[in-house]
């Protein structure tokens, strides 16, 4: 619909810019009516809410001109035009049609908007459900393959393990069943071998554990007397020396292949049980196209199959062999039985000590972390404390933005607006003091954590001292030929 008056507009009155927006300006309308109307002295005061005729009484429907009847007759038409128009400029408007459809269009877009938001969300809903059920019906196959993976490796594992076991068994009664001058010299060479492994395996102690102790003093005697008692035998079996490095040969080509089978059998179970939920999953981004393999499942048996196989040859050989051997006297049989005594009895002693002291550190870790444990509850109560308090000075704070938009004399700086600063005062005071505290808790918690994390590094050196000489050096040293067989016989 047309704005009324539109056509008085034509040659003498500034025509408006054409509006940006849906609506026009108030600031264009404005400027039009005070740069134009003629100057109107208002009779009422324009504090009258309650009379809005009153601001308006000129912009009736059918205006009159009751006012200028006198001055009419004195004035000509051409100062008269300008009224006229800007009357009309000042009372163009949108018709109520005009609004009750831009209102209707707005209503539509909004239904349209959400019902098309409805639609993408239960589509989305069922996408996502999909898609969810086929990556959990992907990954549920992977597992059952993983699962039959780790079945093989667990089967030849065994195998491996059966077999070298019956290798290590058939070196040593290889070993036993030598000539009599020759299996003196190979009954020294397991406790040579012993007392070296003890003294290698204790270089493996840490910090202050690693004390040139009476242990190791007995264990480099040791080894001193089994060296100088093989000084004095001289004759080999050549065969029985090669049949053993053939021997220990397929013990280390079974011993290879069980160490890749237990890496690879801890590799595939772990991964057979990772879940969603599972702790070190992470994103590696194309690893799926880089391809490592060097086998396939047929190589990968037969390549187990072949060492099974010729483990099986050499034990045979080597049984074969050991038939032929004659065993020798040994006569050094009670120098090594007594310093193989008194090494046992300094392992003894030392192990003890080092029980002792862990025991003691445990003691201390044990109060330390409980100590721990009560200071991270602490910091706890002080951070929900600090939480708490956040919350009253959350309210306070608002309270007093609010009541900062009071109007005019309404700003009053009454008991309310003073209760209200101090209690944001007060709040934020309790708060730092809080900090402060939970500051000081956490230096406390850093200082207990440190000596929690040395107490767990020096019971870590002893558990590993004990483990050493108690697990491996003596486990080993079990292994010790007695007084028959250093002097020969069976």
Not at 372 to 389: G, H, L, P
Not at 395 to 422: G, K, Y
Request: charged share 30%; aromatic share 6%; proline share 3%.
């Amino acid at each position: 619909m047309e704005p009324l008056g539109s056509t008085l507009t034509a040659t003498y009155a500034h025509p408006r810019p054409t509006p940006t927006n849906f609506l026009p300006a108030i600031s264009t309308m404005a400027s039009s009516y005070r740069d134009r109307f003629p100057h109107y002295n208002l009779t009422h005061t324009l504090s009258l809410p309650w009379r809005p005729s009153t601001y308006y009484k000129v912009a009736s429907n059918l205006p009159t001109l009751g006012p200028y009847c006198t001055r009419s007759q004195k004035v000509c038409e051409s100062t008269m035009l300008p009224f006229v128009s800007n009357r009309t400029t000042l009372f163009t408007r949108y018709t109520p049609d005009d609004w009750y459809r831009s209102n209707l269009t707005n209503y539509l877009e909004s239904n349209t908007s959400r019902h098309n938001s409805e639609r993408l969300r239960v589509d989305t809903s069922r996408l996502i459900q999909d898609k969810y059920q086929q990556t959990r019906k992907t990954q549920a196959d992977s597992t059952q393959n993983l699962g039959e993976r780790v079945n093989d490796i667990g089967f030849w594992k065994s195998e491996i393990t059966h077999e070298l076991d019956a290798m290590i068994g058939e070196t040593n009664e290889l070993t036993d069943v030598k000539k009599k001058l020759e299996r003196a010299l190979m009954e020294t060479e397991a406790p040579l071998q012993v007392a070296r492994e003890c003294l290698f395996h204790r270089e493996k102690r840490m910090g202050i554990d690693l004390v040139h102790d009476e242990v190791e003093t007995e264990l480099l005697t040791e080894v001193d007397i089994i060296l100088c008692c093989q000084e004095r035998m001289k004759l080999h079996l050549d065969k029985a020396i090669a049949q053993l490095a053939a021997n220990r040969a397929s013990q280390h080509e079974l011993e290879k292949d069980l160490s890749d089978k237990q890496a690879a059998f801890r590799i595939d179970d772990k991964c057979h049980h990772l879940r969603n939920t599972s702790d070190g999953v992470s994103y590696f981004r194309g690893v799926e196209r880089v391809d490592a393999t060097v086998s396939v499942p047929e190589s990968w048996a037969k390549f187990t199959d072949d060492n099974i196989l010729r483990s099986q040859s050499e034990r045979a050989a080597s049984a074969k062999l050991r038939d032929d051997i004659q065993n020798l006297l040994v006569v050094t049989a009670n120098e090594m039985w007594n310093q193989f005594n008194k090494v046992n009895l300094s392992f003894t002693n030392r192990i003890a000590e080092t029980a002792d002291a862990k025991n003691k550190i445990q003691i201390h870790l044990a109060k330390t972390l409980q100590e721990i444990f009560q200071t991270e509850m602490t910091i706890e109560s002080i951070k929900k404390a600090i939480k708490d308090k956040s919350a009253f000075l959350k309210v306070a704070q608002t309270r007093l933005d609010e009541r900062t938009r009071r109007p005019n004399i309404e700003l009053c700086r009454d008991m309310a607006q003073l209760r209200l600063v101090n209690e944001v005062y007060e709040v934020d005071d309790t708060i730092q003091t809080l900090q402060q505290r939970l500051r000081d808790a956490e230096d406390t918690l850093q200082s207990l954590v440190h000596t929690k994390a040395t107490l767990e590094h020096d019971l870590a050196v002893k558990a590993n001292s004990l483990y050493i000489d108690q697990e491996k050096c003596m486990s080993m040293r079990k292994t010790f030929p007695n007084t028959l067989r250093l002097v020969g016989f069976c």
